[in-house]
């Protein structure tokens, strides 16, 4: 699959995204150090580092991010699937910078690419994009979990696909503040572990599974949406891509991996439709809703559905 570099560039005192080797740097630093720290987590846990404040940590940062990411980023800035209020809005966009995936336009331009050219010539990070057979796909498949993000040129214009977001002031000042929010999301969990327990023991325990361990698992979550979702899994519903439903990546992507609905329908607020699946951000949204933060939600239609439904499902 031959794809064409695109020029984000801006004019000063507009949003950049992305800028030269310090960025590209941070984004080998954010993914590689956390994976790395995977692998002595199984080691250290299986010996006692670490403590259930440890645990409460790695869990509530990893809900917050994903949250962020899932329902932020993702159903309500990607695709608008619902609106929110201010705060809502604002508060989503700092927990999905929090996920250390890159500023919420910079992310948005790129899933709407992805969108546009899904599994075709164009689309950002296609595990298909070298060819179908078994080494191809080998290949296609390492650069659409992390490849296209480390190494890939192919990124979104955000003034060509995320305008929109670009007059959001909000938006833009959160986008352009990413980095102190990087600061924030790396240190958080080892300040707070510290505090809690008077110990740097504990602070270096918290920084671990907080931080490390939490982002690592975040990062490859949903890299996996990209490459395992595109590869595999049940399609009951028609699209024009191999998007697939991966049922075991439903809890710890909070929904995010009934993919195959996604991209059938992809303003829809609720991805799991059918009957035992799970969708943890749809029940958030749900709630956001009822508190009134968000408003004009695109919740599934029936008949829809059943006109989307796959021949052989």
């Given at each position: 699959m031959a794809t064409t570099p695109q020029s984000d560039t801006a004019p000063p005192g507009e949003f950049q995204p992305v800028g030269g080797r310090l960025e590209r740097g941070?984004?080998?630093?954010?993914?590689?150090?956390?994976?790395?720290?995977?692998l002595p987590g199984i080691f250290f846990a299986w010996g006692g580092w670490i403590g259930w404040h440890d645990i409460v940590l790695l869990v509530v940062f990893y809900a917050i991010t994903a949250t962020g990411i899932g329902v932020g980023y993702h159903r309500c800035f990607t695709h608008g699937s619902f609106k929110s209020k201010r705060g809502l809005k604002i508060a989503l966009a700092i927990a999905g910078s929090l996920a250390l995936e890159g500023p919420v336009i910079r992310w948005v331009a790129d899933h709407r690419k992805h969108h546009k050219f899904s599994d075709r010539d164009g689309d950002p990070h296609s595990p298909w994009r070298?060819?179908?057979?078994?080494?191809?796909?080998?290949?296609?498949?390492?650069?659409?979990?992390?490849?296209?993000?480390?190494?890939?040129?192919?990124?979104?214009?955000?003034?060509?696909?995320?305008?929109?977001?670009?007059?959001?002031?909000?938006?833009?000042?959160?986008?352009?503040?990413?980095?102190?929010?990087?600061?924030?999301?790396?240190?958080?969990?080892?300040?707070?572990?510290?505090?809690?327990?008077?110990?740097?023991?504990?602070?270096?325990?918290?920084?671990?599974?907080?931080?490390?361990?939490?982002?690592?698992?975040?990062?490859?979550?949903?890299?996996?949406?990209?490459?395992?979702?595109?590869?595999?899994?049940?399609?009951?519903?028609?699209?024009?891509?191999?998007?697939?439903?991966v049922w075991w990546l439903a809890i710890l992507s909070q929904g995010e991996s009934w993919h195959n609905l996604h991209h059938s329908d992809p303003t829809?607020?609720?991805?799991?439709?059918?009957k035992g699946q799970i969708d943890i951000n749809a029940?958030?949204?749900?709630?956001?809703?009822?508190?009134?933060?968000?408003?004009?939600?695109?919740?599934?239609?029936?008949?829809?559905?059943?006109?989307?439904?796959a021949p052989a499902a």
């Open positions: 941070l984004i080998w630093v954010f993914i590689v150090v956390p994976t790395l720290a995977l070298y060819g179908t057979n078994a080494w191809a796909v080998t290949k296609g498949f390492i650069f659409a979990h992390v490849g296209w993000v480390l190494w890939g040129e192919d990124r979104a214009d955000p003034k060509h696909y995320a305008p929109d977001l670009l007059k959001d002031r909000d938006l833009v000042s959160i986008s352009r503040h990413f980095r102190g929010l990087a600061v924030v999301t790396l240190l958080a969990p080892a300040v707070i572990g510290g505090l809690w327990d008077m110990s740097w023991f504990r602070a270096a325990t918290g920084f671990f599974w907080g931080t490390l361990v939490r982002i690592a698992l975040m990062h490859h979550v949903t890299f996996s949406i990209n490459s395992i979702c595109h590869v595999t899994g049940r399609k009951p519903f028609e699209a024009r891509d191999r998007s697939g439903n829809c607020a609720r991805h799991g439709v059918l029940w958030y949204i749900k709630t956001f809703e009822r508190l009134g933060w968000a408003y004009d939600v695109k919740w599934p239609d029936r008949g829809r559905l059943e006109r989307k439904r």
